[in-house]
């Protein structure tokens, strides 16, 4: 049930129970519309998430439309909220790493003509954020974490739709544990400053609106994760 909920927050288990224990009790009725939701702290403690997991969670079930926030009165279930998270919502596909990068080659490099296009001042502030924080990141978690987000990033300033759900459904593969497995055994500090630079100058082509340029970028960077993944 929490691959309902597509964004990177999800990768801790406690993140990932809380994602689960709040869609089915929405699903199930015993969270109805109108009704609050603990405070943060509280289902930090009960599901052993960070606050900043909690956050990144609320804000995914905000973002789909199943939950409202109003600063100082707390975080209640919205309107319509059985129709948005149904029971039995189907999880995530059994992907191997393998096919999703295969996937990813074909799809991905398809978007810098989009972005160079449609993206906003908005779009790029957000890319320069997710650089920021990947670059900042102690751990592989936290990497892995924004270098999601960035790619999520590229794919919302499409301004198309289908190509946000596709990403998503990408990330929910990357979720899997066969893939963090495979980037933690092949992300060395080297590889991982690799990825920042071509992070870094794919960000720069589409801030000139240099569609051919970025997306060479694009597959260049993905074929450097197939090899360091995969050795072909």
């Avoid at 702290?41 to 439309?65: D, K, P």
Wanted: hydrophobic share 45%.
């Amino acid at each position: 049930m929490e691959d309902a909920v597509a964004g990177s927050a999800l990768r801790a288990k406690g993140a990932k129970a809380l994602a689960r224990s709040l869609l089915e009790a929405m699903a199930s009725g015993r969270l109805r519309e109108g009704m609050r939701l603990p405070p943060e702290r509280a289902l930090s403690q009960r599901f052993g998430a960070s606050r900043g997991s909690v956050r990144r969670v609320l804000a995914e079930l905000r973002e789909r439309g199943l939950i409202v926030q109003a600063v100082g009165s707390g975080t209640f279930v919205a309107a319509g909220v059985h129709a948005l998270a149904p029971a039995g919502s189907p999880a995530a596909p059994l992907t191997s790493p393998a096919e999703l990068m295969q996937a990813r080659l074909l799809i991905e490099p398809l978007l810098p003509a989009l972005v160079a296009r449609n993206a906003t001042a908005a779009d790029f502030a957000r890319m320069e954020e997710c650089l920021e924080r990947s670059e900042a990141a102690r751990g592989i978690e936290d990497f892995e974490l924004w270098d999601g987000e960035l790619h999520k990033a590229f794919a919302v300033a499409t301004h198309n739709t289908l190509f946000l759900q596709v990403l998503e459904l990408a990330t929910r593969v990357r979720e899997q544990g066969e893939w963090g497995r495979l980037k933690r055994n092949s992300l060395t500090p080297q590889r991982r400053g690799q990825y920042e630079r071509q992070h870094r100058a794919i960000v720069a082509a589409l801030k000139d609106r240099d569609a051919a340029r970025a997306r060479t970028l694009m597959a260049q960077h993905l074929e450097q994760i197939q090899q360091n993944l995969f050795g072909t």
